[in-house]
């Protein structure tokens, strides 16, 4: 191989490098932006912490739905439906409501989006636990509980007490991930 040539390719491995790299850095800021402190006057539930009596009206239309004195642990769910990784999440989450049945961790899912939205993905992507609709905004309770990166999907872990037990940031790959975060 010519001098010329050896060159030639060097700068395309180098140039391969350099895109890679950018394209890694560029895809972490805007996949995974940074945390950013709350709006002036939001209050954030850190862990460890209870969870405000919120109450959110059931998507279909059944009883409300709260957050807090569950009397079990409930995973809380964030999500949108214009969500990719959400889309894939959600028959995840929905099997590990089936399996925890009616004594383990109560699976709710809060679509930060509009009720016609949030049920027109459900026809398509039909869950069976509870789901309820939140307008997105800078002082929703994502937000209040934690979400400083303002990301979907995001997920809450709320212990038997209504304690904040752990917050969880982009989709659940399978059921033994959503196992495996809330044993830890």
């Not at 002036?40 to 209870?50: F, N, S, T, W």
């Not at 109450?55 to 009397?71: N, R, W, Y």
């Not at 809380?76 to 925890?100: I, T």
Request: charged share 20%.
């Amino acid at each position: 191989m010519k001098r010329s040539d050896l060159l030639t390719w060097s700068a395309i491995a180098l140039m391969g490098f350099v895109c890679a790299g950018l394209g890694w850095w560029l895809g972490e800021r805007m996949l995974w932006p940074a945390e950013r402190p709350p709006p002036p006057g939001v209050a954030v539930v850190k862990v460890g912490e209870a969870v405000p009596a919120w109450i959110f009206e059931a998507l279909d239309g059944g009883e409300p739905i709260t957050l807090s004195g569950a009397g079990r642990p409930r995973l809380v769910n964030y999500w949108a439906s214009w969500c990719g990784p959400c889309r894939k999440e959600m028959p995840v989450l929905d099997a590990y409501a089936e399996q925890q049945g009616g004594n383990g961790v109560q699976v709710v899912g809060i679509a930060l989006d509009s009720a016609d939205e949030a049920r027109a993905f459900l026809r398509e992507v039909p869950v069976r636990f509870r789901l309820a609709v939140e307008t997105p905004g800078p002082g929703d309770s994502s937000i209040r509980l934690g979400n400083a990166r303002g990301i979907l999907p995001y997920t809450v872990l709320v212990d038997a007490q209504g304690r904040v037990a752990r917050t969880h940031y982009g989709a659940f790959a399978d059921v033994a991930a959503v196992e495996a975060w809330v044993r830890d």
